[in-house]
């Protein structure tokens, strides 16, 4: 028993990866260092009684110790990897950008859909594929709604809908004093039946999220006939137009109240300016650009 629990044995490099479906042999000859033969097939015939008792060696990466006892490499690898990745999906972030993100942490994946997460930091253990990954995803989302489940928005919106409010606040939001007020806009003008008129979504008809427009809005984008423009539609557009994170969320569900109607941005103050009507708004608009 002292090779299994006196002795040190010697890895090639602290980082070792598993991959799916290596045998037993391979890992411990690519990776024990300085162990004579009669010890490695010691070692390899001790693994298989662990498979034999549906101990399996998990793939992915593992970080171990330089020296370290048998009885303890066996500990760490029969266990999930104790490598983890961050992985922050950015609010107000499209599909695509999302898409970049998920190539460098999965050779498969298919694109997510905005109202099927929500934006926040996640950890990711490296022998996690795409679908158990997007199952963590979705639980923490369903899990989240579950809880807000006698909300009072949730009575007049569904979770769709809570995505696509969301979506809007975080395309034309600066902070989040600005996003709770543009919140209020939008609910006011869905009660009074009033267009909605967000920039963010002529933009997003515009280029479906794919790339950055790069330009000011003409009067010609704000009367294109889409089905997302808000201009040219009543209501809120079919699904959301970028993934909307959980703070947001959070602030659509404290329903904060004003009598708000119109906005319009100050790019001198870098902020946006806020009235309750539209003569209001114009006189305000008109200062501004006199500037």
């Known amino acids: ?9 010697s890895l ?7 991959y799916k479906n290596q045998n037993i042999e391979s890992v411990v000859r690519n990776n024990f260092q300085n162990e004579n033969d009669l010890n490695k097939f010691i070692f390899i015939h001790f693994l298989k009684i662990y498979n034999l008792f549906n101990v399996n060696m998990h793939y992915g990466d593992f970080l171990i110790n330089d020296a370290i006892k048998f009885y303890q490499f066996i500990n760490i ?11 922050t999906i950015v609010e107000g972030w499209s599909k695509f950008e999302l898409d970049k993100l998920m190539q460098k942490h999965f050779l498969n994946f298919k694109s997510l859909q905005y109202d099927e997460i929500i934006a926040e930091t996640y950890f990711l253990n490296s022998s996690q594929s795409f679908d158990n990954f997007k199952d963590k995803l979705i639980n923490f989302k369903n899990n989240y709604f579950f809880k807000k489940n006698n909300n009072i928005l949730l009575r007049d919106f569904t979770v769709k809908e809570i995505f696509i409010i969301g979506s809007l606040i975080e395309k034309e939001g600066i902070d989040y004093d600005d996003k709770k007020k543009i919140f209020s806009v939008l609910i006011n003008r869905l009660k009074k ?6 920039d963010a979504t002529v933009i997003y008809a515009l280029t479906d ?10 009067y010609n984008d704000l009367k294109i006939k889409h089905p997302y423009n808000t201009y040219f539609i009543n209501g809120l557009p079919p699904e959301p137009i970028s993934f909307v994170g959980l703070k947001t969320i959070e602030l659509i569900f404290e329903n904060y109240k004003t009598n708000y109607l119109f906005y319009f941005y100050n790019k001198f103050e870098d902020k946006h300016i806020f009235s309750e009507s539209y ?8 200062e501004y650009r006199a500037k």
């Open 1 to 9: 028993m002292y090779i299994f629990f006196i002795k040190d044995i």
């Open 12 to 18: 090639i490099d602290k980082q070792i990866q598993i």
């Open 77 to 87: 690898v029969t266990k999930p990897s104790n490598v983890v990745s961050k992985i």
């Open 193 to 198: 039946n009033m267009k909605l008129q967000i």
């Open 209 to 218: 999220g794919k790339y950055d427009l790069n330009r000011k809005l003409t």
């Open 279 to 286: 003569f209001e708004h114009k006189k305000k608009l008109n």
